[in-house]
Nanobody, 120 residues
Framework: QVQLVESGGGLVQAGGSLGLSCVASGSISRISGIDEMGWYRQAPGKEREMVAYITKGGNTNYADSVKGRFTISRNNAKNTVYLRMNALKSEDTAVYYC???????????WGQGTQVTVSS
C-alpha cells in the first residue's frame, strides 16, 4: 500500500505565499506504479476540486482558478510532490489533499489533508 502525508498548511495573509509538500511512502513496487500526483482542495460547503497535477513524465495541469499563481513540481527520487502557492486569495481557503494514481488508474491514494487558511 501507499501512504501520502501532506505538510506545509497554515495561515497566511491574502497576497502571501505558502508551500505544500506531499511524501509517498510504502512498498517500492507500489510507489513505482504511480503516474499522476497532485492536489485537490475542498472548502466548506463546496465539492472537492482538482487544483493541479503532474505526471511522472512532468506534464502538468492546473485549475483555471489557480493558473499563474500556483506551481506544481515533483521529485521522483524522493517520491514527493510540491505545490507552491503565490498571490493567495481568501477563496483559496480549503483543506488541501494530496492525491496519487497509478498508471492505468488501477489504484489511487489520498492524503489526510492539510488546512490552508488565507486571511484578509
Amino acid at each position: 500500500q501507499v501512504q501520502l502525508v501532506e505538510s506545509g498548511g497554515g495561515l497566511v495573509q491574502a497576497g502571501g505565499s505558502l508551500g505544500l509538500s506531499c511524501v509517498a511512502s510504502g512498498s517500492i513496487s507500489r510507489i513505482s506504479g504511480i503516474d499522476e500526483m497532485g492536489w485537490y482542495r475542498q472548502a466548506p460547503g463546496k465539492e472537492r476540486e482538482m487544483v493541479a497535477y503532474i505526471t511522472k513524465g512532468g506534464n502538468t495541469n492546473y485549475a483555471d482558478s489557480v493558473k499563474g499563481r500556483f506551481t506544481i513540481s515533483r521529485n521522483n527520487a524522493k517520491n514527493t510532490v510540491y505545490l507552491r502557492m503565490n498571490a493567495l486569495k481568501s477563496e483559496d481557503t480549503a483543506v488541501y489533499y494530496c492525491h496519487a494514481s497509478t498508471f492505468g488508474a488501477f489504484d489511487d491514494y489520498w492524503g489526510q489533508g492539510t488546512q490552508v487558511t488565507v486571511s484578509s
